[in-house]
C-alpha cells in the first residue's frame, strides 16, 4: 500500500506509518521483497500449497521481510480457506494492516483496516470480485481483534453487511495533509475559472450524471476532470465528450494540489465512497465543495458543503449553478470548509489511533 503514491490506499498508508512512528520508538514495516518478474507464478502455488507459518526476518532500519508474503498470501487464501500466519521474532505487539490481507502474525493482536465494503454491497460499481472478497472479509472478521474503518457511514456497512460485534468495529477516521502549491496550472484554466472533479474516472464518481447535469447547468465555467482511466472507461466516452468538459491524466501532485486549490469548486458526488479525500484536500485549501448528500461523504463534509441527491440530475444541475454563480455561497463554504478540515488534521488521526492501541494493548489475551 505504501507503494500506491497518489491512490487513496496509499495516502492512507503513508499517513498511518506517519502516525505510528510518533507513538512508539520502535515501529516496524513488514515489506515482501518483491521478486522480479520471472518469478513464476506456478512457482508461488507450489509454495503456497506448504500449510505452515511463513517468517519474517529483521532487515534493518525497522523493516521486516518476509519474501513475496503479500502475492503469496493471495494464493494462500484460495488454497486452503485460511488467513495465512506469519510469525516475527521478539516479543508480540500490535499489526496494523492497512488493508485487508489475507494475512495474520501469530501471537500478535492484529487490525486491519477495511476502508468499505462497497464490492459487496455496490458490486456494479467496484472491479473486485465480490464473493471472493466477501471470503476474504469473513475471514478476517472472525480473527481480527478490530476492524479498524475511516468514517462511521463505513462502519455501519460494516457491522451490517458482516454481521460484526459493533464493538469490535472503530472508526479512527483518516489524516489529510495537504500545502498549498503555486505550481502552473495546465492550459487554458484559470484560477477560479473551472470546476474540478478528481479521482479515478469510473462510474462509481457518478461521471455520466454529473456530465448530464453540467450540460443542464448552463454554466459556461469548465468542467475538469482530472484522474486516471478507471473501470469500464469506455462506457464514459459520451458523457466525456460533453461540451466544456476538459479531460486530464493523473498529474504530479503539486499541480493537482494547485488545481485543487485554485478551482471554483470541487465536485464530487459519487455514488459510493468509504471517507472521500478530495472533499476534505479541497476544504484545507479554501476551495468550495459539492458532494452526495448521504454517506460517508456527507458525513466527512461536516455540514461545511453544498449536497444533492448524485442520482438526480435535475438537482445536480441546480447545485452546480448555484456553486458556479453564487459568490457569497462560496465564500461561506470556503469558511466552513476550512474549519471543518481541522477534524481530520494528522495530530487528531494520532489520537484516536493511540486512544484503540492503549484499548488493545490493555485487553485480557
Known amino acids: 500500500m505504501l507503494a500506491g503514491a497518489g491512490s487513496g490506499v496509499g495516502t492512507y498508508a503513508a499517513a498511518l506509518r506517519d502516525a505510528i512512528a510518533t507513538l512508539t520508538d520502535a515501529p516496524l514495516i513488514l515489506a515482501d521483497d518483491a521478486p522480479p518478474v ?16 511463513r517468517t519474517a526476518r529483521t532487515a534493518g532500519a525497522g523493516r521486516m521481510i518476509a519474501p513475496d508474503i503479500f502475492r503469496l498470501a493471495q494464493i494462500y487464501v484460495d488454497v486452503h480457506r485460511r488467513l495465512l500466519p506469519v510469525q516475527i521474532p521478539g516479543p508480540p505487539g500490535i499489526m496494523h494492516w492497512t488493508y485487508p490481507v489475507p494475512l495474520r502474525v501469530e501471537g500478535w493482536a492484529n487490525l486491519y483496516t477495511v476502508h468499505d ?12 470480485p465480490a464473493a471472493r472478497h466477501r471470503r476474504i472479509l469473513d475471514l478476517i472478521a472472525a480473527s481480527a481483534t478490530r476492524l479498524v474503518t475511516v468514517s462511521q457511514a463505513a462502519r455501519d456497512e460494516i457491522v451490517r453487511v458482516l454481521a460484526c460485534p459493533a464493538d469490535r468495529v472503530v472508526d479512527c477516521g483518516e489524516a489529510v495533509t495537504v500545502t498549498p502549491a503555486d505550481a502552473p496550472l495546465p492550459d487554458g484554466l484559470v484560477s ?9 474516472v469510473e462510474p462509481r464518481k457518478n461521471i455520466a450524471r454529473l456530465c448530464a447535469a453540467y450540460a443542464a447547468s448552463g454554466t459556461t465555467l469548465p468542467l475538469v476532470i482530472v ?7 469506455a462506457s464514459l466516452a459520451a458523457a466525456l465528450a460533453t461540451p466544456g468538459v476538459v479531460r486530464l491524466p ?39 465543495v459539492l458532494t452526495s448528500d448521504h454517506g460517508a461523504l456527507a458525513e466527512t463534509a461536516g455540514g461545511a458543503a453544498l449536497l444533492a441527491d448524485p442520482h438526480d440530475v435535475s438537482a445536480l444541475a441546480a447545485a452546480i449553478r448555484r456553486i458556479a454563480t453564487d459568490d457569497a455561497l462560496c465564500a461561506d463554504l470556503a469558511a466552513r470548509g476550512t474549519v471543518n478540515a481541522h477534524r481530520f488534521t494528522p495530530a487528531r488521526f494520532g489520537e484516536r489511533l493511540d486512544a484503540l492501541y492503549r484499548a488493545v494493548a490493555s485487553a485480557p489475551a
Open 38 to 53: 520471472r518469478y513464476m507464478r506456478q512457482r508461488r502455488w507450489a509454495r503456497a500449497l506448504w500449510p505452515g507459518a
Open 227 to 233: 484522474g486516471k482511466d478507471g473501470p469500464e472507461i
Open 192 to 200: 477560479g475559472g473551472y470546476l474540478l472533479v478528481v479521482g479515478s
Open 250 to 288: 493523473y498529474l504530479p501532485p503539486a499541480t493537482l494540489t494547485a488545481l485543487i486549490g485554485q478551482a471554483r469548486a470541487l465536485l464530487m458526488p459519487s455514488l459510493a465512497e468509504g471517507f472521500g479525500l478530495p472533499v476534505v484536500e479541497a476544504m484545507a485549501l479554501g476551495t468550495p
Open 117 to 128: 465494503v462497497i464490492p459487496l454491497t455496490h458490486p456494479d460499481l467496484s472491479p473486485i
